[in-house]
């Protein structure tokens, strides 16, 4: 039956491509989901007005027909008045014909098609648009949306993450697509009751229609088929129905992904050997390089310098040439100008000088100008990939470097002391990032974090930033993925994705900004799917369902990463929420951004225990204890801690957020000074006391310093502690609930979520 059926649909595509088109006319597409089983409305092609007859009417249902003009210059048909309905009357259908025959006179048409008329509600959640589409990033994508011609309008103001279901043949999973639709807004509203209507249809036959065009994107994209979409697809009473089709061809070619041998990244981050060319006497980018590399601890008798006429640099050999360097390098780092740099690389894979290169120069492929410098660099790279020693692995250009701590280097050419402000603590964190600005930003900006990597990848004319996490994933000192990606490779989305799966299935997290998203559904004229699955929506969606924490905003994003690194040992087991403050309008502010947690009331040990550390406070008059916990502005150092204790040892309790408004006098909140006798750092304050608690709770919790600049010491202490501290009780709600949402695969609690009492 396989076979029959890829007979069938090859025929329908070789015959659009004899006549020399790109597109199905809408009888052909008609005929390709008949053959998937998927039910269209009844239609007849006519040549002209003139083959319009009673008994040819007569074979239609109901009192109307639809009109519809076959081109394939014209892809949405009803924007030009290429789509009429009728009354079923032999004259009006005829004039109605012969009115379309004067309208599209100038295009090339090959007919017109006579349509059943399928009764159907125009009510939201009637109509549904499948689409699937091809993308450079990662293949194949399946898009299920609102349907209609408010399918774009519904999916640009539907809540992201809701809009629109995504799913790849390659990068979802069977039981995976289950829980994409249970997050959906528009398949929630078409499998379940509402307002007392019966489902429009059922999950599995949802789920059937899915399967269908997940199973034909995967064999017949890109080389068959490019864009393929249904809309609408009516949910009659009946059956679905596909009342439109849009379907364009590919160009018989299969898409095939670069490889490169990546293990050579090892060399790259880990090198036992350095060379460096484009170092001058004076400081220049090269020599800030060479400085760098020294004072990150990499021995000096390991460099080996490419510059002629000189003996040494900053106690570093020269070398007169590439060729005289002493045997293989390990990492060959290039800081000279871009014209220069084709040459190198030539003589650097000729001579087999290098396992890996890291490339500094900007403009290279990115001016213009300089596209024939790239066409070398990748013609040297695509005759070295032929080779059993399969050339070098290059990073770049245009980047700024890399800092490796297992390598003990730093090939950035920034100065140290304009990065960051003093060591920060060793981090279980690689930062890949195209741009090297955001690089060094977020090293600057992440100050108490010392990332394992920081690597800046560049325009990715070798190595890419799949190529980076496929093997970084592998290394479990790394906990935490921070990625910025303004691009893929082609195909190196779906080489990204799929390491990311890898990594947030081990329980590690891969944090996400994908920029360049103004670009995103440039194809939008083309079809609809294109429009409202444009490439940054299809990663965010594919990111969000493999376990990804994308981020929004660039705040966002160091927030994340912070979450990330502090709590990556620390458990989330569900959504039960211990809150905690000694502000009245920071626990309404708490409640108020509540989100997927829920706030139960303390177990009875905790709310005696609680209840008498109010009454040591004396505030057991004033208020009670309840979730979030009110203390006061009276709490002291002491009992403020004991109190944070108790609730985070509730077994009610999975995560917890501590919020302090700061300027009450009863808690050490302020540095040291002349003017008052307040130490936040001296033992027994509320800082060292949670930065105690940090070590002693295995829940993951979060600090609030709701206050002005006054209390940036107090904020950076508690960061310095590796509590996640914010400055506002809203935004850690927001930030807390993303992260969460990565760390529970489901949500944990005692009772079903109809019973969870919420606040």
Known sequence: MRAVIDKTVTSILDGARSEGRNV????????LLDVLDIAVPRHHLISSSADITPHLLSSFPGDRI??????DHILHKTDLGGVLTVPREPSIVEA???TMERRFRAHEVSGFTINEYVHHDAALGAQLLLGMRWTNDFGPVVTLGPGGIYAEYLAKHLRPGRAMAIFSPELTPDEAIESILSADAVAQLV??????????ISPESLYELLRKFLDFAASRMPHDVTDFEINPLVLTDRKPIALDVLVKLGDGLTLQPDTRPIHKIKNLLEPQSIAIVGVSQSQN??????????RSGFDPDRIHLVKPGNDQIEGVQCYPSITSLPGTIDLFVVSVAAALVPEIIQEVIGSEKAESMIVIPGGLGERSGSEGLEQGVRFALAEARKSEWQGPVINGGNCLGIRSAPGRYDSTF?????????????APLAIISQSGAFAAARSSRLANLDPRYVISVGNQSDLTVGDYLSYLKDDQEVEVFACYVEGFRPLDGRQWMAAAAEITASGRSVILYRAG???AGASATESHTASIAGDYSVTRELAAATGVLVADSLGDFDDLTRLACYLNNCAVAGWRLGAISNAGFECVAIADSVGRFYLPAFSPATTEHLSSILGDAGIDSVVGVQNPLDLTPIMSDELYAAATGSVLEDNNIDVGIVGCVPMTGALNTLGEAEIHDEDL?????????????KQDTSKAWVAVVEGGTMYDPMAATLEAHEIPTFRTADRAMRMFEMYCRSRIKRTVSQTSSAEQPRI
Do not use: Y
């Open 191 to 200: 499998t379940g009751r509402n307002r007392g209507r019966n489902a429009r």
């Open 96 to 98: 109605a014909v012969q």
């Open 66 to 71: 639809v009109i519809k003009v076959i081109t």
């Open 24 to 31: 199905l006319l809408d009888p052909e597409g008609f005929a």
């Open 681 to 693: 750092k001296r033992e027994g304050s509320l800082v060292t006391r949670l930065a105690q608690l």
């Open 414 to 426: 920034l100065p140290e002391h304009k990065v960051r402000p003093g060591p920060g603590r060793p």
């Open 285 to 294: 980018p090269g020599h800030m390089i060479l400085h760098n590399i020294i």
């Open 517 to 519: 998203r103004t670009a």
